[in-house]
């Protein structure tokens, strides 16, 4: 889909298509179970937890962050990240309206 094209759909299905795309990459959705189970830890964490490298793993975080599940904290000269629990809690309910729509009857023609 054209960028420029994008604008074009309701704010809800935007952010529903930002919300799916930031979790459509394997490495992420381990990443958030992670972060999920340790709470919170900084990208060596990460690094030490996945088959992946620093600066793969980096980009993954801040395409998380970017889309607001995770929060990152600086301390010091290195950053903490956690999932923002606020955030989550709003992703899940889109996702969980979009995905709880009534569908097309069986036996309706398609």
């Not at 309701?10 to 992420?28: D, F, G, Q, S, V």
């Not at 629990?85 to 023609?109: C, H, M, R, V």
Request: with cysteine; hydrophobic share 40%.
């Amino acid at each position: 889909m054209a960028i420029t094209k994008v604008k074009e759909f309701n704010t809800k299905e935007r952010k529903i298509a930002e919300i799916c795309k930031a979790l459509a990459h394997p490495a992420r959705i381990a990443i958030i179970n992670f972060l999920i189970k340790q709470r919170e830890c900084i990208c060596s964490d990460v690094v030490n937890e996945l088959p992946l490298s620093q600066s793969t793993v980096s980009q993954h975080l801040k395409e998380l962050k970017n889309v607001g599940l995770i929060k990152g904290d600086i301390d010091g000269p290195r950053v903490c990240y956690c999932i923002d629990q606020e955030k989550w809690d709003e992703a899940g309910k889109i996702i969980n309206l979009f995905l709880s729509q009534e569908t097309i009857q069986a036996g309706k023609p398609c």
